[in-house]
């Protein structure tokens, strides 16, 4: 069965004005969320704080869960900058040491999921296919000509495989990915506050390094 997918804007604007007016439609959603929080979010409010015509608002959104697909466009758009730029400094990691890679990963992943679940995490959780955010950086990535996340992961563990218990270094990295994002999912959804928390991160790094690591191995130094 096909994921239920958002609603789309009616049309888009082709007019330096029209395009203003969007615009301040979506800056103004913005800020609804961040200062008064989801629960208050109605087209009416939307276009109170925007300063415009609630027809106007209709004219290009059929409601407000279509102006959020555009505020959450702009949330993964900015992520995947972010990401570009930190995953530089990981991939300079990467050769370096197993543990400050993954703490930096896990650094990352948390950082991404506390910014789309924070302003209305119903509607992310709702919907969260259509804001998936490794698939974005992996469309990123390919159309610079890198490596898959799944295949530059694959390749960072084989950099330590001397650090790691016999294995398939494929298959853990597979188990590693996909534990790592069902432990922030579900901390997303049902202990939001965890997500800030250091012990949960350091309880994540620890419970992949006890997988991937053999018994004599250890947590390495952090320097």
């Given at each position: 069965?096909?994921?239920?997918?958002?609603?789309?804007?009616?049309?888009?604007?082709?007019?330096?004005?029209?395009?203003?007016?969007?615009?301040?439609?979506?800056?103004?959603?913005?800020?609804?969320?961040?200062?008064?929080?989801?629960?208050?979010?109605?087209?009416?409010?939307?276009?109170?704080?925007a300063g415009v015509n609630i027809s106007s608002l209709y004219q290009y959104f059929p409601n407000k869960e279509?102006?959020?697909?555009?505020?959450?466009?702009?949330?993964?758009?900015?992520?995947?900058?972010?990401?570009?730029?930190?995953?530089?400094?990981?991939?300079?990691?990467?050769?370096?040491?197993?543990e400050l890679t993954l703490a930096a990963i896990v650094d990352m992943e948390i950082a991404q999921l506390r910014?789309?679940?924070?302003?209305?995490?119903?509607?992310?959780?709702?919907?969260?296919?259509?804001?998936?955010?490794?698939?974005?950086?992996?469309?990123?990535?390919?159309?610079?000509?890198?490596?898959?996340?799944?295949?530059?992961?694959?390749?960072?563990?084989?950099?330590?495989?001397?650090?790691?218990?016999?294995?398939?270094?494929?298959?853990?990295?597979?188990?590693?990915?996909?534990?790592?994002?069902?432990?922030?999912?579900?901390?997303?959804?049902?202990?939001?506050?965890?997500?800030?928390?250091?012990?949960?991160?350091?309880?994540?790094?620890?419970?992949?390094?006890?997988?991937?690591?053999?018994?004599?191995?250890?947590?390495?130094?952090?320097?």
């Amino acid at each position: 069965m096909p994921a239920e997918q958002p609603p789309q804007p009616r049309k888009r604007p082709r007019q330096q004005r029209s395009t203003m007016l969007v615009a301040a439609i979506q800056e103004a959603c913005r800020q609804i969320l961040e200062r008064e929080g989801a629960d208050n979010l109605t087209t009416a409010r939307i276009a109170e704080v925007a300063g415009v015509n609630i027809s106007s608002l209709y004219q290009y959104f059929p409601n407000k869960e279509a102006v959020l697909v555009d505020v959450y466009d702009e949330i993964i758009g900015a992520l995947l900058v972010r990401a570009r730029e930190r995953f530089e400094e990981i991939d300079r990691l990467a050769g370096q040491s197993l543990e400050l890679t993954l703490a930096a990963i896990v650094d990352m992943e948390i950082a991404q999921l506390r910014e789309l679940n924070r302003l209305a995490p119903d509607f992310y959780h709702r919907y969260q296919h259509r804001f998936d955010i490794h698939a974005r950086i992996d469309e990123l990535a390919c159309s610079l000509d890198n490596p898959s996340w799944e295949a530059w992961f694959s390749r960072f563990l084989g950099r330590h495989r001397r650090h790691l218990r016999p294995g398939d270094t494929d298959l853990f990295s597979l188990f590693v990915r996909k534990t790592l994002r069902a432990n922030l999912q579900w901390a997303a959804l049902e202990q939001p506050g965890l997500l800030g928390s250091g012990e949960f991160r350091e309880e994540l790094l620890s419970m992949l390094l006890a997988y991937l690591q053999s018994p004599q191995e250890g947590r390495q130094p952090a320097a």
